[in-house]
Every structure is written in C-alpha cells, then in structure tokens.
C-alpha cells in the first residue's frame, strides 16, 4: 500500500523582522511602593534561552496581581533584585525564536505570559517567554485586544473548564462577574451550558445578561444570599476582604458543592469554614498554558467569546493604569500601548 505523505496548507511569508537593540524602554520599580514608584527607565533587552522566545512587545495587559507585586504583596517575595519589570500579559512579534522549523518563527504574532518575576516582565519594548507559554494571536484581535486576555483568560478557564467542569444544567454562581477574569468566566460557563448568576454592580448588569449571565445581583443593593437559591459551584473573585463575601457564599451552595477562592489571602480560614459547612474548597492560580490560549484565541476569533477593553494608556503612563484597576471598579480589562503594531 502506497501511504501519501500529509503536507500542510502553505503559509504566507513572515515579513522580515529587525533585529532588537542592546537596549529598551521599560516601566520597571526600584523597590516596592505606591503607583508613582513605578518610572520609565533604559534596561538590557533580554537573551532568550533553551524554549524561550525574544517577543517584540506591542500592548501588555495589566492586572490586578501586578499593582498588588509593586506594592509588596503579590508575588513581590519571588523577585530577585530591583529594578524589576512588572507585567505578566502580551500580544506582539516573535524576534527570536529557539531554532529554525520553530512553531513561532520570526515576524509571527503571538500572545501570552511572561515568567514574571522568575523573567523580566513585559511593561518593556522586548519580553521573554517560553514557547509553551504563547499561542497565535487571533487574528481578529488588535494587539491592543489580545493583549488583555492572556492571564484573565487563562484563570477564567482554569476555574469554570479544568477546576468547575462546566456543564448544562449546572448552577454556577460568580462574584465580581465584570472585571477582567470576571467577564471570561461569566462566557465561558455560559458557553458550557451553565446556568450563571454574577454579583456587580447595578451598571453592568445588562451588559453582563449579553455576556451570558442568566441572573445579575447588584451587590451594592441586595445580599445575595437572600436571593441565590442552592447553586452547585461558586467562583469568589472577592473573598472575606469586602462584607464576608466568601463567608456568605458558603450559605448558598448545596451539600457537597465546590467554592473556588482566587484572591490570594483574601480569607486564610477558608478551607475549615467549607469542611464544616459540608462543602469542598480549593483556591486557583493561573497556568499559562499554550495550549489553552490557542483554544481561547479560536472561541475569541469564532465570536463566542469577547474581550472588552476599557482604558488604554501609553506604557508611560502605567502608574496611571496602576491606580485606575487599584480602585476595584474597572469593567473588563486595562491595557498598555507599547508600541506599534
């Protein structure tokens, strides 16, 4: 039996690539400290090693954990010296990949996490991340539109997908349901076929009914508790830090239901408060997988899922996007312009 070797549609040609400087721009902090202590500042452009690709930043996204990192908190206590490169997400340019018939040659796009604080981050022109960390941008996404998915994203489908297993019919309540890893986790398990009802704020309520929400609680109003029957999971965004939201999430879930705690410290005692309700309990941190991303970026790129950007300000002016999400009350996702496209 003559066998025909499988050959790949061909791909259009990558535009060739520049080679980076010796030296970039990047927001970077000498020491912890509020969001003024963040400063631009002229640093070596990294060398990737081993798996890792040189990415030519255009937009990086920024989250929550890295405003608490700058602070002291976060994951402050793994960084190796000052001055640090804060930032996590990013969409841009391979310049550097790790050997030639590479998955990400030279001039492909692609978004992902960088290993921050192990790596630079990427509030910088140039960042490093390994290849099992970065997919393909979706072609349907800006830079400036990829670049807020990757770690909101990526948590959100690790809490509803991997940890909540998603089904039809099941009853999944979300708290804070319209910031950034909110709005994903209100899709996707709206997208599985749950039933979802979201604590926030009175003004995104209709948004979030468009999102997927089958019931929107203004918190700011009414105690959900008093309004939540038995739900069979329960993501908390919040934690006991504002009005014992995990404390009261307790009450609603049926016996032997799941609640997922994200917020890192932001309730110690939550695993003997579920064991004596009768209830499981586990927290979550994001794994940047590759792979995941891809399958993210084909549901962004089909239309089931969305990203929405509300504020995007120049990479000078982070500590300005550091104190908008220090509020608390952004809708979806903050992003810096880096550079062009």
Known sequence: ????????????????????????????????????????????????????????????????????????????????????????????????????????????????????????????????????????????????????????????????????????????????????????????????????????SGRNASWLRELGAAVVIDYTTTRFEEVVGEVDVVIDLVGNVQAETGTRSLEVLRPGGLYVLVPTGSWPGYTEAAADAGVRATSYKVIPDGGALATIGRLLDSGSVQVYIEQVFDLAEAPAAHRAIETGHTRGKTVLRVSDG
């Open 1 to 200: 039996m003559r066998i025909r070797p499988l050959r790949s549609a061909p791909e259009t040609p990558l535009a060739p690539v520049a080679a980076p400087p010796a030296e970039m721009q990047a927001m970077v902090v000498d020491a912890p400290g509020a969001a003024d202590a963040l400063h631009a500042a002229s640093v070596p452009v990294p060398s990737p090693v081993l798996s890792e690709v040189l990415v030519r930043v255009v937009a990086a996204g920024v989250n929550p954990i890295d405003a608490k990192t700058r602070a002291g908190a976060g994951v402050s206590g793994a960084i190796g010296s000052y001055p640090a490169t804060l930032g996590y997400d990013f969409s841009g340019i391979v310049v550097k990949s790790p050997y030639e018939a590479h998955a990400f040659p030279p001039g492909t796009e692609v978004f992902g996490m960088a290993s921050f604080p192990r790596t630079g981050g990427s509030y910088a022109e140039y960042v490093v991340a390994p290849s099992l960390s970065v997919a393909r941008k979706p072609a349907s996404l800006s830079h400036v539109e990829a670049a807020g998915v990757p770690l909101a994203a990526l948590t959100a489908w690790g809490l509803v997908v991997e940890t909540a297993h998603a089904h039809e019919g099941q009853r999944v309540l979300i708290h804070a349901g319209s910031g950034g890893v909110g709005h994903f986790a209100v899709q996707f398990a709206a997208y599985f076929g749950a039933h979802v009802t979201v604590t926030a």
